[in-house]
């Protein structure tokens, strides 16, 4: 992908079932997006015709059902997302945002654990 396309909110839901999913037709995408808002099959189809033009996805059309695979990866479009909130809604202070995250949102005694190992390996570099 040479050019850098940031996905829409409606293609990054569809990236999140293909990143769960790894590949799937257009009808096992739109089964799934159903499920939380009402949107016909044709619109599902459009958007991921959009998405394989701008790069986001991939589609193998060996076989009679296309199927299609994200190319941006999970972790890029992580990465994207969070440096632009982290510089936009936070004036780029990363503490900010974590103590916004964990002052606001139940987090699981796991998660915390992980945190606090990540903490001790920052301060210990």
């Avoid at 695979?69 to 945002?97: D, H, I, R, W």
Wanted: hydrophobic share 35%; with cysteine.
């Amino acid at each position: 992908m040479t050019k850098l396309f940031k996905p829409t909110e409606s293609e990054l839901e569809i990236l999140c079932i293909l990143w769960d999913k790894e590949n799937a037709t257009v009808k096992e995408v739109h089964e799934v997006v159903q499920k939380t808002k009402e949107v016909g099959y044709t619109t599902t189809l459009k958007l991921m015709q959009i998405m394989n033009t701008k790069g986001l996805v991939s589609r193998n059309i060996q076989s009679k059902k296309h199927i299609y695979t994200p190319t941006l990866k999970k972790e890029k479009a992580q990465e994207q997302y969070l440096n632009k909130m982290v510089q936009t809604l936070f004036s780029g202070s990363t503490a900010q945002l974590v103590l916004q995250a964990l002052g606001k949102h139940k987090t699981s005694d796991q998660d915390l654990f992980e945190f606090s190992l990540m903490m001790e390996k920052l301060a210990i570099n």
